[in-house]
């Protein structure tokens, strides 16, 4: 199927799956495996393997490359200099690394500061023991400040944090709780994340004792004005920076751009080509040795882009470009969807200003309910 690809095709952002977790959280329905220090050396020598495979065939000349996972922290860093390296790095603007705060001591920090990564994504999900433990975090409270502090004192200048909301049980106070210790330790860039239960997952037997909706609405605006209140941009639904601090990597999947999946369970997306890596670690190294690059490939309809397009862009608070749109789909979204649009302008969810349109604030929690009217 590589012969439907022009072998130029300049690819600018990369992920990498790194699938090892020291143990599963309760939550977390993410393809990983347990760690050991053999499976993880055999990894990095397939994931090498594969990065060349696409060197042969793409244009590759990295802007962002991001580490997630799984626990990247668990590789060392004289893995991710072999990684790296790998890669054209001539414009290269952003080197994301997910991390667990248990792994970050004062050595790691410091020899991590020794290679390129120059963005840290610090799993901090929230300050308070009782929720770390429920989600089965392996670190505690005192353990974010201490990694915290090894990272600031390495020369780290741009680190984000995760924080998760909508917990069993979780009232506003101890949104807030977590909210002001994040906004205290002044990262560059908070991402939010409502929590969600797969049926797969330790924490489902606990789904009834989620908050209600309006409750956990309530947690989401509280949390937004909070960050505004403290100077953070609220560029994305879900995501909020300092200025110019904003992840030009997840912007890439917002904008879209193309972009590879390296590793197990990873997802690309090249020339409106989507393709998932197998979400099993033997599976990934058999499609690696077979020297194929792409597993369970499916090609977009035009159909299926615009709906891509629609709502992904619409997650960015800037809005969606209606001339863009135009350009990509020879179409014109207001009069396309001229009764969807005209319904939510009504009440105030949407509104169109130059050439962008885009959703209010009020209906940013309930953007999917509108998103899957135009798709």
């Keep these: 199927m590589e012969e439907i690809f022009q072998t130029d ?43 060349k495979l696409f ?11 991001y580490f997630g996972g799984g626990t990247p922290s668990l590789l060392s860093p004289e893995d991710i200099n072999n990684i790296i390296s790998e890669f054209n ?17 004062k050595i790691y920090a410091k020899e991590l500061a020794e290679t390129l990564i120059n963005r840290i994504s610090l799993g901090v999900q929230s300050f308070l023991d009782k929720e770390l433990e429920l989600l089965g975090r392996l670190h ?61 997952v330790p924490l489902y037997n606990m789904k009834k004792q989620i908050p209600s909706d309006e409750e956990v609405s309530e947690f989401y605006y509280f949390i937004r004005d909070k960050l505004m209140t403290a100077g953070y941009e609220h560029y994305e639904i879900s995501n909020f ?4 601090f904003e992840s030009r990597h997840n912007l890439c999947y ?64 800037v809005g969606m470009n209606l001339k863009e749109f135009q350009k990509k789909f020879q179409t014109d979204f207001l009069k396309k969807y001229s009764k969807i649009i005209a319904k939510y302008l009504e009440n105030k969810f949407i509104e169109i200003e130059e050439e962008f349109i885009r959703l209010t604030p009020k209906a940013y929690f309930v953007s999917d309910e509108i998103f899957s009217e135009f798709v």
């Design 254 to 317: 917002w904008n879209d751009e193309f972009y590879l999946g390296l590793g197990p369970a990873a997802s690309g997306y090249i020339e409106r080509n989507r393709y998932t890596n197998p979400s099993d670690l033997y599976e990934y190294f058999i499609q690696i040795e077979t020297l194929e690059v792409f597993g369970n490939f499916r090609s977009l309809s035009k159909s299926d882009h615009e709906k891509e397009f629609i709502f992904l862009s619409l997650r960015k608070t």
């Design 9 to 51: 095709q300049l690819i600018k952002y990369i992920y990498i799956h790194v699938p090892f977790c020291l143990k599963k959280c309760n939550y977390c329905s993410f393809y990983s495996e347990i760690y050991s220090d053999d499976l993880k050396k055999k990894f990095v020598s397939y994931l090498i393997k594969e990065i």
């Design 140 to 200: 505690n409270a005192e353990q974010i400040y201490k990694a915290y502090e090894n990272l600031r004192n390495s020369g780290f200048k741009n680190i984000s944090f995760d924080l998760i909301y909508g917990l069993p049980n979780q009232t506003i106070e101890d949104v807030s709780f977590s909210l002001e210790r994040m906004v205290d330790l002044d990262p560059e860039h908070i991402s939010t994340y409502c929590l969600s239960l797969e049926k797969d």
């Design 241 to 244: 920076a300092k200025e110019g």
């Design 55 to 65: 060197k042969n065939k793409f244009h590759l000349k990295s802007e962002t490359i």
């Design 89 to 105: 790095l001539t414009d290269i603007k952003e080197i994301t690394l997910e991390a667990n705060p248990l792994n970050i001591d």
